[in-house]
């Protein structure tokens, strides 16, 4: 018998580690649970449209990508959903990064990664914006932006699986930027970052975080209250294992990113509506 290619080896060994991630618990887990909860005060809108069984959660994302992380700990904590966040491939090329969130339920979000949950039935976590979203400049806030990215409408639809869309309106305003990501490519610091080892010279620019200024222009997040929406979920069952044409791809995603779109302009609203509950000392704190 022919021996597997390396890729394909270590591919399928990361794959046979992942499944038996189990969900996260213990003294630690609890403990940032409730860090985050009384940080951003989390308010789950839509929770009564969840799916029973497995789905493939889908949003919008946020500067530097910490809705990512208070949304997934808090859906397992709470919620008892473990979702499984898919990273860029790129970041599990480092081994401390893989070290570190594989126990968290995070995964390299190539397709056969992405079959092998599926057909696990696997809760999984998306954000198809990716980095592109992660490092958008202020002026971008709460815009979806997936530019040609179909695979994850391809891969559910042939899976037959469900399609969550939800929305986030917080974490867009954690940080404002001292150097938005093209300022910071473009400054000295970033040449002198280079020089002293700090950023990798080969490193991609879409990888390139802005330079954030939180708290009082610290490095910690504003404490913005912070609102997750579901949307009415889309079930794909009907296209499984047919296949499904670039037009079919365009109105599923279409739909799928309108959702989340109108998701977003109502959580704003309702976080204005409620703004009132928030105390004089957050809202200072938030400025």
Same mark, same amino acid.
């Given at each position: 018998?022919?021996?597997?290619?390396? &890729?394909?080896?270590?591919?399928?060994?990361?794959? $046979?580690?992942?499944?038996?991630?189990?969900?996260? #618990?213990?003294?630690?887990? #609890?403990?940032?649970?409730?860090?985050?909860?009384?940080?951003?005060?989390?308010?789950?809108?839509?929770?009564?449209?969840?799916?029973?069984?497995?789905?493939? /959660?889908?949003?919008?994302?946020?500067?530097?990508?910490?809705?990512?992380?208070?949304?997934?700990?808090?859906?397992?904590?709470?919620?008892?959903? /473990?979702?499984?966040?898919?990273? $860029?491939?790129?970041?599990?090329?480092?081994?401390?990064?893989?070290?570190?969130?594989?126990?968290?339920?995070?995964?390299?979000?190539?397709?056969?990664?992405?079959?092998?949950?599926?057909?696990?039935?696997?809760?999984?976590?998306?954000?198809?914006?990716?980095?592109?979203?992660?490092?958008?400049?202020? &002026?971008?806030?709460?815009?979806?932006?997936?530019?040609?990215?179909?695979?994850?409408?391809?891969?559910?639809?042939?899976?037959?699986?469900?399609?969550?869309?939800?929305?986030?309106?917080?974490?867009?305003?954690?940080?404002? +930027?001292?150097?938005?990501?093209?300022?910071? +490519?473009?400054?000295?610091?970033?040449?002198?970052?280079?020089?002293?080892?700090?950023?990798?010279? $080969?490193?991609?620019?879409?990888?390139?975080?802005?330079?954030?200024?939180?708290?009082?222009?610290?490095?910690?997040?504003?404490?913005? #209250?912070?609102? /997750?929406?579901?949307?009415?979920?889309?079930?794909?069952?009907?296209? +499984?294992?047919?296949?499904? #044409?670039?037009?079919?791809?365009?109105?599923?995603?279409?739909?799928?990113?309108?959702?989340?779109?109108?998701?977003?302009?109502?959580?704003?609203?309702?976080?204005?509506?409620?703004?009132?509950?928030?105390?004089?000392?957050?809202?200072?704190?938030?400025?």
């Amino acid at each position: 018998m022919a021996t597997p290619p390396p &890729e394909r080896s270590k591919l399928q060994d990361h794959i $046979d580690a992942v499944l038996k991630v189990p969900m996260p #618990t213990g003294p630690g887990i #609890t403990l940032l649970a409730a860090t985050l909860r009384k940080w951003f005060k989390p308010r789950f809108v839509g929770l009564e449209k969840l799916p029973s069984g497995p789905a493939l /959660f889908v949003a919008n994302h946020s500067l530097l990508a910490l809705d990512a992380f208070t949304f997934h700990l808090l859906m397992h904590y709470d919620y008892r959903r /473990f979702l499984r966040p898919l990273a $860029d491939r790129t970041l599990f090329s480092n081994p401390h990064y893989a070290q570190a969130v594989i126990p968290l339920g995070a995964v390299d979000g190539q397709p056969e990664v992405v079959k092998a949950l599926m057909d696990a039935g696997k809760d999984i976590l998306l954000y198809p914006g990716g980095t592109r979203e992660a490092i958008k400049p202020p &002026e971008q806030r709460y815009q979806v932006d997936w530019g040609q990215r179909y695979g994850f409408i391809r891969l559910a639809a042939e899976k037959g699986y469900t399609i969550v869309p939800f929305a986030s309106v917080g974490p867009d305003e954690y940080y404002d +930027q001292y150097l938005t990501s093209s300022e910071l +490519q473009a400054s000295q610091l970033f040449y002198l970052l280079e020089q002293f080892g700090l950023m990798p010279s $080969d490193m991609r620019d879409d990888l390139i975080p802005p330079l954030p200024a939180g708290m009082l222009g610290s490095v910690l997040p504003k404490p913005k #209250t912070t609102y /997750f929406g579901f949307c009415p979920p889309v079930d794909l069952r009907q296209y +499984q294992d047919k296949p499904i #044409t670039l037009r079919q791809q365009q109105r599923i995603r279409q739909g799928v990113e309108e959702a989340i779109d109108i998701e977003i302009k109502e959580l704003l609203l309702l976080r204005e509506r409620n703004r009132h509950n928030d105390g004089l000392l957050r809202r200072l704190l938030s400025v």
